[in-house]
């Protein structure tokens, strides 16, 4: 079983929709990531949460340490939205454990 | 906003052969960290360096060995390449020093073995 798991693995939705991606994980962790990943290759990190919830624009992460569960909204999502959304939890203070990813589409 | 910068950005090599990339993190971040993709793969975690030295060893073939310099630059050396060494390899720093743990990623460079 891997230390990270995300689902669903693929999703597409219509324009509009709600989005929502979950991140379960079995082990202590200090913090997690939500990475975005696009066609081309390149990662960029949407958030990084400890605790709690936190919005940057159409975007909501939260967590639930008790449980060990994390979850990524997007709401009034987009066409550009598409793309591969990571979860990765930070061991400590170093190395990241990355989930399987979740590829989202978003049809026009 | 200065980014994390790698270099080259697209690397081909044969199988034998040795390759040199580097990572020139963000401006006054301490850390770096680099992960390794596989085609179809998530990412795995290579080894990392805080304040020049190394602070964590993941699944790092002996093949490979990496340095953080004076600077902060790093550079991942791998020698005698083989075919399944073809990935993307990502390079992340943070500002551990600063208390500031989130990872900030490079574009990658990507590597294939022919």
């Known amino acids: 079983k891997n230390e990270v798991e995300q689902s669903p693995q693929n999703l597409t939705a219509q324009e509009g929709e709600f989005i929502t991606i979950n991140c379960s994980y079995s082990v202590g962790i200090s913090a997690l990531h939500w990475l975005q990943q696009h066609p081309g290759g390149g990662i960029v990190s949407l958030f990084m949460?400890?605790?709690g919830k936190k919005k940057h624009g159409r975007l909501i992460a939260t967590i639930n340490i008790q449980e060990k569960h994390s979850s990524l909204h997007i709401t009034a999502s987009h066409p550009r939205d598409s793309a591969v959304y990571i979860c990765a939890v930070m061991e400590g203070a170093q190395k990241l454990v990355f989930g399987q990813g979740t590829r989202l589409t978003i049809n026009p | 906003a200065a980014g994390v910068i790698q270099s080259p950005r697209h690397l081909i090599k044969e199988k034998r052969e040795t390759a040199t990339l580097k990572c020139y993190p963000i401006?006054?971040?301490?850390?770096v960290y680099w992960y390794q993709q596989g085609p179809g793969q998530d990412p795995q975690f290579l080894i990392s360096?805080?304040?020049?030295?190394?602070?964590d060893k993941g699944s790092i073939p002996d093949r490979f060995s990496a340095q953080q310099f004076s600077d902060y630059h790093s550079e991942l050396n791998m020698s005698s390449l083989e075919l399944g060494d073809s990935a993307l390899y990502f390079c992340?720093?943070?500002?551990?020093?600063?208390?500031?743990?989130?990872?900030?990623f490079g574009p990658g460079t990507r590597l294939t073995v022919t």
């Open positions: 992340a720093s943070s500002s551990i020093l600063r208390g500031s743990y989130e990872q900030y």
């Open positions: 949460l400890s605790s």
């Open positions: 401006p006054r971040h301490d850390t």
């Open positions: 360096f805080y304040e020049k030295m190394q602070s």
